[in-house]
């Protein structure tokens, strides 16, 4: 890739500025991952509200952050810069209602009458359209300060050698705040008089409701905090020196809305990086209620909450162990070849994933939590260290954009940090516009698919944690694709 000014005139994130930017996405992360990962289990289990209800809210949650990241990543980029910066102004836009409602959801003022909700989950109206509410608003700001944090990373970190240190700086901390997502519902089980039986009548079930917004205005508290360490750690003074932005309409603003969606090989990367991504779901619709049915199965009730302390060490520890791996793999290895990294990484997924089917035949608890932790540790462990492989490519696409962007115009005048900051929020916008999309698709599927007494069946929830290789295999292929030569600098 062709470079436009030296590398010693590059911008850089080091240090303290590394450090505090990156605590930006962890902070929105932290939140979401130790509260959001338990609405849907906190809606379905506890206030009982029937699973499509609840799965609808999540798909309302994806589709807003959908395309507020779009429409907001074409925004940010024509924004005048101003001292404050280009994008820095929108994290504060977005900071207080995303975090009002991210703890007003475990609050909500209406719930179905018991004699309903003892039999089975209900629909009831007054609670859904609360969750539903409460969603469309973490959505809309959420996606408002994400598209902010992500869009700005091309501008402010313009080498190779420093996007692969922000990711693998970003995989570390996102590591850590699933640590929070796991540990936070899995801890709540385990003190559970009974973890099969949450319903909010129950003594479980008023425990769970009683302890968990005091939870997530804690971490609300967290979150905000590292979110401003974020907000004064982005330089953006850099745009003060730049040209001014020549005026544009409405019209011709939004046609850089389709300029991502034409470049095809960054289409290639972007899918399977969304496929990838949407694997999540799968993880947080099956995971809960697989301890308890699948891992758990004939086991006494205080051995079934044992096993959710299991999981935390389980998963913390083959985090870190395949994030090493990874790394060094990546580093030494390969020697910084991300694609074919990423591919390896993804590979792996794939056969540890389809291992899990084993979980369909009957075994005695030991190698049940042997074949647990080869094959569920593997998938958990690879798909957190794909960040480090996946975001240094996407940054190094917008780079290639840029370029093409000058050429095809034939404005040899234009310096590639304008076309940069032009491009930026629209491709990063696309990305989170197509993960929105497919995770909304995603959640409505797993909705229908774990309601009623499926989401208490030993194969379902068997085949839905190991569908997760389904996604990953769609990612491979999209990775098997891409022709993109990347700069290895």
């Known amino acids: 890739m062709a470079e436009s000014s030296t590398v010693s005139s590059l911008r850089e994130l080091r240090r303290g500025k590394l450090i505090g930017y990156s605590l930006g996405t962890f902070g929105i992360m932290l939140l979401l991952m130790a509260t959001e990962s338990y609405s849907y289990n906190f809606y379905v289990y506890t206030i009982r509200i029937d699973s499509i209800l609840v799965s609808l809210g999540t798909t309302i949650n994806m589709l807003v952050s959908a395309f507020s990241g779009i429409i907001f990543g074409v925004v940010l980029d024509n924004t005048k810069p101003r001292k404050i910066g280009k994008r820095r102004p929108y994290i504060l836009i977005g900071l207080p209602i995303w975090l009002v409602s991210a703890i007003l959801v475990y609050l909500p003022p209406w719930i179905p009458p018991q004699a309903q909700a003892m039999v089975s989950t209900v629909i009831y109206w007054p609670t859904a359209i609360w969750y539903w509410a409460m969603s469309l608003l973490k959505g809309v700001f959420g996606g408002l300060m994400m598209i902010a944090l992500s869009s700005v990373v091309p501008e402010i970190s313009q080498t190779l050698e420093n996007r692969k240190k922000v990711a693998v700086l970003a995989s570390v901390l996102r590591i850590i705040g699933s640590i929070f997502s796991i540990a936070v519902p899995n801890i709540l089980q385990s003190l559970l008089e009974d973890p099969t039986n949450t319903g909010y009548w129950t003594i479980s079930g008023k425990f769970v409701r009683n302890v968990m917004p005091p939870v997530s205005i804690i971490f609300g508290i967290i979150s905000a905090v590292l979110i401003l360490i974020s907000f004064f750690s982005i330089d953006e003074s850099f745009h003060l020196n730049s040209p001014p932005p020549e005026k544009r309409s409405i019209g011709s603003t939004f046609k850089y809305l389709f300029i991502p969606a034409k470049d095809k090989e960054y289409m290639k990367i972007m899918t399977a990086g969304v496929t990838s991504q ?76 389809i291992l899990e089917l084993f979980f369909l035949t009957d075994m005695h608890i030991i190698l049940r939590l042997i074949l647990f932790i080869t094959t569920f540790g593997t998938v958990l462990g690879s798909m957190y260290a794909t960040s480090m492989f996946s975001s240094p490519i996407m940054n190094e696409m917008v780079d290639r954009a840029a370029e093409m962007h000058i050429a095809r115009s034939g404005n040899e005048s234009m310096m590639k940090d304008q076309a940069v900051t032009r491009l930026s929020g629209a491709y990063m916008g696309l990305f989170m516009f197509s993960t929105s999309i497919v995770a909304a698709l995603s959640s409505s599927i797993y909705g229908v698919i774990f309601r009623g007494e499926n989401s208490r069946d030993p194969i379902i929830l068997t085949l839905g944690l190991a569908s997760m290789g389904i996604l990953y295999m769609i990612s491979f292929v999209f990775l098997s694709w891409f022709k993109v030569k990347l700069r290895e600098s």
Request: charge should be positive.
């Open 278 to 353: 949407v694997s999540q779901f799968a993880l947080i619709f099956t995971i809960i209620p697989f301890i308890a049915f699948v891992l758990g199965k004939g086991l006494p009730l205080n051995i079934v909450a044992d096993l959710y302390i299991v999981y935390i060490i389980i998963s913390i520890s083959t985090k870190f162990v395949w994030l090493l791996i990874w790394w060094l793999v990546g580093k030494f290895l390969l020697k910084g070849k991300l694609i074919k990294a990423n591919k390896i990484n993804v590979g792996v997924i794939i056969i540890a994933a």
